[in-house]
């Protein structure tokens, strides 16, 4: 398949010093930070993808992306996380018993660390998350194995899950199919581009049969591994048809471990809990991440769009928490006509959806230190 897009392609970020650092977990996995920096700034911005997918969809050239738009806005030092689950790593193709209390003890401190250590230590660290990435981040964050963080901008889901009851009902059956009968390590977007007839593109090609509302293998395949819809992750006229089409390199195959931790979730009354509560490698996580939400002083912004399909209503739920805990610490933003996904890599979020990350960004930032020099210089 010949791309229209490069595959971990940089050029959707121009004029700004690019660099690579790599970090070890203390479970022993090698992971990396790329960073974008035009100048120095006080008020240094990490951005977290969700479970498949990477650093790739904050950096689009297609259009106008997260870290172009920050960068502009006077946020001259930003930086994106790809941890465990990241398609630019290959450990979402290798069986695993890895859940988000793994992410919360090892990836996120690594990473802070990391920036911290060449950022400088006295930088003001804001978060922006998403997905599952914003479940383990807010995990860490909630549960102290993170600190110090300025801000911390939560997409979709955080502390509190919610699904569509299709999508409870697909998470019992679908890991038994795919790993028991199917006996595949894990399930992968672009299964029909396998240049043979396996298993996998026999799944891929079943699946399209209900899903008639594009001509996208890997769209109807992301619908079947997350949420409920048609499409699910997304609404499609939210997308350039060049983003929609190149799915399969954004978004990468992974096993269902994850998916099994929100499902105990689910069953705990939608609270973030401890996968192996009785595992002494995670004994200083809290059993219950909620439980000491009180303590935890950065201001978070809960966000999604009206018509998630993939964790619904989960983030106003977990705003209605916190309300009860500690009112008027954080904030909430739902975004008319947008899903999960698309908050992110639709081509109009510069105008949607970033101004609004940007206001809260500022609102907890250094006075100046956030502005575009211009706008500094007249203040």
């Known amino acids: 398949m010949s791309r229209e897009i490069p595959l971990y392609t940089l050029e959707g970020v121009r004029d700004a010093e690019t660099s690579t650092h790599h970090f070890t977990t203390d479970d022993g996995l090698g992971l990396s930070l790329l960073r974008f920096r035009r100048a120095p700034c006080r008020d240094v911005v990490v951005i977290i993808h969700g479970l498949t997918t990477s650093s ?12 172009g738009y920050l960068l502009d806005a006077g946020f001259t ?53 998403h997905c599952l990435g914003a479940m383990s981040f807010t995990m860490a964050l909630f549960a102290g194995t993170v600190t110090g963080i300025r801000s911390c901008i939560a997409n979709s889901v955080a502390l509190t899950p919610h699904v569509p009851t299709w999508s409870r009902i697909k998470g019992h059956i679908f890991p038994f199919i795919i790993e028991r009968i199917l006996q595949q390590p894990y399930v992968s977007p672009r299964w029909s581009e396998d240049p043979r007839l396996t298993i996998g593109k ?61 499902l105990k979730m689910l069953g705990r009354g939608h609270r973030t809990v401890r996968m192996k509560p009785d595992d002494p490698r995670y004994s200083e996580l809290p059993d219950d991440y909620l439980a000491g939400a009180e303590a935890v002083e950065t201001p978070c912004l809960f966000m999604t769009g009206d018509t998630n399909r993939v964790f619904t209503d989960s983030n106003l739920h977990c705003h209605q928490a916190l309300e009860e805990v500690v009112p008027g610490r954080h904030q909430l933003a739902i975004f008319e006509g947008y899903g999960h996904q698309d908050v992110f890599m639709g081509n109009r979020v510069h105008e949607d959806i970033f101004p609004r990350l940007v206001d809260f960004l500022r609102e907890q930032s250094d006075a100046t230190s956030a502005r575009p020099a211009a706008e500094t210089a007249v203040r």
Not at 58 to 67: A, G, K, R, S, Y
Not at 96 to 104: G, N, Q, T
Request: net charge negative; hydrophobic share 40%.
């Open 56 to 67: 790739d969809m904050f950096i689009q050239p297609e259009h106008q992306n997260l870290v």
């Open 77 to 129: 030092d930003v930086w994106t996380l790809d941890f465990r689950m990241s398609n630019r790593h290959a450990y979402n193709l290798q069986p695993s018993d890895w859940s988000m209390d793994d992410c919360a003890l090892y990836d996120h401190p690594a990473a802070i660390a990391k920036v911290r250590e060449v950022a400088g230590a006295d930088v003001n660290i804001h978060v922006i998350c």
């Open 202 to 262: 026999g799944l891929s090609k079943l699946v399209s049969l209900f899903h008639r509302e594009c001509d996208v293998p890997a769209c109807h395949m992301l619908s079947l591994m997350w949420g409920t819809g048609w499409p699910a992750l997304y609404r499609h006229e939210n997308l350039a048809e060049i983003t929609h089409r190149r799915g399969g390199d954004l978004y990468g195959p992974v096993g269902l471990n994850y998916h099994k931790h929100v």
